[in-house]
């Protein structure tokens, strides 16, 4: 990037996503999952959803964005039940040892407020190669998340460890909430944001 008295600008072969594109692309996802809610295994409404073609280009990247929001969404989920203070073990009454109730707990609850998504995602991977590393960094988190596997691992045996367990979580029903900890909500209420 050139230089200009210490200060860098974009030449004019740089693209940066403007606050206006960021939206055209939310709004045509979210009208193409609102259509897939139908039929999510069918194919994609792409052609059928206005700007689609101009937003996104092909069915292709649409589907990888796609895939990067149930990242996003799915991580926060796991963010919101593994993460949490009545983690910690400085924390009396303290949570599980084991993440794998809690990384199960989240991808039930991402899975079922994100069903049309993850359904047109599960539908579409076969048909679509390059989806496949962002689904398999998505299992390599589940995996090391939940305790089942080490970062240091091969990525190839991560992956494997990590879709044995999503399996396993397609065949289970979603185990019930746990209790709130009284102690790790107060000191939620006592903690200062930020």
Same mark, same amino acid.
């Given at each position: ?45 792409? $052609? %059928?959803? +206005?700007? &689609?073609? =101009? @937003?996104? !280009?092909?069915? /292709? ?21 593994? $993460? %949490?203070? +009545?983690? &910690?073990? =400085? @924390?009396? !009454?303290?949570? /599980? ?21 993850? $359904? ?75």
């Amino acid at each position: 990037m050139p230089q200009t008295g210490g200060m860098a600008r974009v030449t004019e072969g740089d693209q940066a996503m403007s606050w206006n594109d960021f939206y055209r692309r939310r709004d045509v996802m979210e009208a193409v999952l609102r259509q897939a809610r139908r039929a999510p295994d069918a194919e994609l409404p792409f $052609a %059928g959803i +206005e700007g &689609a073609e =101009e @937003v996104f !280009g092909t069915e /292709e990247q649409l589907l990888q964005a796609l895939q990067h929001k149930w990242t996003q969404v799915l991580g926060g989920y796991l963010r919101a039940h593994v $993460a %949490g203070p +009545e983690d &910690a073990d =400085e @924390v009396p !009454g303290g949570g /599980e040892s084991d993440h794998v109730d809690a990384v199960s707990r989240a991808w039930h609850e991402a899975a079922r407020d994100h069903a049309t998504l993850r $359904a047109v995602l599960d539908a579409h991977l076969p048909r679509y190669p390059a989806l496949r590393p962002m689904h398999d960094a998505e299992l390599r988190m589940l995996a090391i998340t939940a305790g089942l596997a080490e970062p240091y691992e091969p990525r190839d045996e991560v992956a494997k460890v990590g879709a044995a367990f999503v399996a396993l979580l397609r065949n289970q029903a979603p185990a019930p909430a746990r209790r709130a900890n009284p102690v790790g909500q107060l000191l939620r209420k006592l903690a200062p944001a930020g």
